[in-house]
């Protein structure tokens, strides 16, 4: 039988979970009361994470020192309907307001979906294509760990047992810059993306430039290839061919029900072509 205890802060809860190995932190429970009816997890204690109030920022999306901050309990819906996020990182907005459906993303947070690390979900490829650093404490120590050190494997970080997502940290953009998130469902809309993509450049006077692609859901964690990107040229249809040309031949697609490889592998190739184009347009596809 699974016991349920509410954490009165932060310290005590990751305190209640380093005590009992069999001990897992809930706050919205999407993925996790999943896993629980699935009797694919059976936890001796939950502990609840949601009246916590001892954490800076815990609920908050601020801007400041170059940085815009998103606090682990913000939900997804808050995200993509925030006047900040929307402003100064909008292809995660964006993301925030496609995954699942509204009763799912009014429960999910911030700091759940990075924890969860699954690799066919919206935004563990955002964060990567905006250079997320993740923020993460035990109650005693807090650290911040780059996206790319974070994200290991599938369902795998380097978040210890007993630690919390607190927030997350994007860079400010620089001026002029544009970004892109298209999202692919090969079954239902409510399901788990077949392919996501973001992209991001700088266009300036003369062109686009630092194009950047993050292709999602077709391996263990977020992926980009950065020779291909190197190698593109010209304006962004003819930089949109070439590293969607190279995306599809570089990447290595899992089989699994929402596709199998070469599917995932011309899903890629069309979906890359988009987002770059749609860089130009000042738009982000479905």
């Known amino acids: 039988m699974t016991n349920y205890v509410q954490a009165a802060g932060l310290a005590e809860a990751c305190q ?18 999943l896993l629980l009816r699935q009797r694919l997890l059976a936890p001796a204690v939950l ?7 001892d954490v800076p920022g ?12 998103v606090g682990g309990a913000v939900t ?10 929307r402003r100064h990182a909008p292809s995660l907005a964006r993301a925030a307001g496609l995954v699942g459906n509204l009763r799912v993303r009014n429960v999910a947070t911030m700091g759940g979906a990075v924890a969860e690390a699954d690799y066919a979900a919206d935004i563990p490829a955002v964060l990567v294509s905006l250079g997320a650093v993740i923020e993460a404490s035990d109650g005693d120590s807090a650290r911040g760990v780059p ?3 974070f994200l290991l494997d599938y369902f795998a970080t380097d978040l210890a047992p007993h630690e919390v997502v607190t927030g997350v940290r994007l860079p400010l953009a620089p001026a002029g810059t544009v970004t892109s ?11 788990r993306p077949c392919v996501v993509v973001a992209a991001s450049a700088v266009l300036t006077g003369e062109g686009a430039r630092s194009l950047d692609v993050v292709v999602g859901a077709i391996g263990p964690t977020p992926q980009r290839w950065p020779d291909v990107l190197a190698a593109a040229g010209g304006g962004l249809e003819e930089a949109a061919v070439t590293v969607a040309d ?23 190739r069309t979906l890359v072509r988009r ?12």
Request: aromatic residues 8%.
């Open 16 to 33: 209640l979970v380093s005590a009992d190995p069999d001990a897992k932190f809930i706050s919205g429970g999407t993925a996790l009361v």
């Open 47 to 53: 502990v609840g994470l949601r009246t916590i109030v």
């Open 58 to 69: 815990w609920r908050d999306i601020t801007v400041g020192d170059g940085w815009l901050r």
């Open 76 to 85: 997804l819906s808050e995200i993509a309907a925030s006047p900040v996020a």
């Open 147 to 149: 996206i790319g050190d």
């Open 181 to 191: 998130y298209i999202k692919f469902n090969s079954r239902s809309a409510e399901d």
């Open 246 to 268: 190279g995306y599809a031949a570089a990447c290595d697609p899992l089989d699994d029900i929402r596709g199998s490889a070469w599917y995932r592998r011309e899903m890629v």
């Open 275 to 286: 987002a770059v184009v749609a860089l130009g347009e000042g738009s982000g596809h479905d």
